[in-house]
């Protein structure tokens, strides 16, 4: 091999082992914006943002993926936020995006329902299959489980269609999803669920 062509492969192999170690260097020493939430953002199909009234700069912000489940919201522990760390402001979102106003109250509701998420995996051999006519029908569950030391009713919602079907020729199944505890009053909702097929 020519001494020129194998020092440019040399070359080129250095640069982008030394770009790798840069960018891993920089990643330490500047922590990312969103360390949490970063593979998240790309998922988000709908932002719901709340804007400070008097400036109309971004407070808080909501991300749903394609089937309106929350992924992740921001300012939250570690993690800054997007838009809250943008310069746009009220009227820029209005110009720029498709919008639509929601009340303080239903932003609220959203918000604290992703603290009161948790992930939640069971096995069930006693619960009742139930069916909607949403969407042209939907199969979902409901059973009673133990959780924190008290015996209360769920509602199993699955994430796809498949999984309602299979559930039919079942006698025992294990399920995984995102558990909803709204009270002792109420029932349990365990969301974004999938079958677990060993």
């Known amino acids: 091999m020519p001494k020129s062509e194998y020092k440019t492969q040399a070359d080129g192999k250095f640069k982008r082992n030394f770009k790798k170690a840069l960018i891993g260097i920089l990643s330490t020493i500047i922590p990312k914006a969103n360390p949490d939430f970063e593979e998240k953002i790309d998922f988000v199909e709908t932002w719901i943002v709340e ?21 992740l919201k921001m300012p939250y522990k570690k993690n800054y936020g997007f838009w809250t760390d943008s310069n746009l402001v009220f009227t820029d979102f209005k110009n720029e995006f498709d919008t639509s106003e929601i009340t303080k109250d239903t932003f609220e509701n959203y918000w604290n329902l992703f ?18 006519g949403a969407d042209g029908g939907h199969k979902y569950l409901k059973s009673k489980v133990d ?35 709204d009270g002792i009053e109420q029932p349990l909702t365990l969301y974004e669920t999938k079958l677990i097929t060993e």
């Open 115 to 132: 603290e009161k998420t948790e992930d939640f995996e069971i096995e069930l051999t006693d619960y009742k299959i139930q069916s909607t």
């Open 147 to 181: 959780f924190k030391e008290q015996k209360r009713e769920i509602i199993i919602l699955f994430t796809n269609k498949k999984d309602e079907q299979r559930i039919l020729d079942l006698n025992k199944i294990r399920v995984r999803g995102k558990i909803v505890d």
């Open 51 to 71: 804007l400070d009234n008097e400036t109309g700069i971004p407070k808080r912000e909501i991300g749903m993926d394609k089937d309106g489940r929350i992924i």
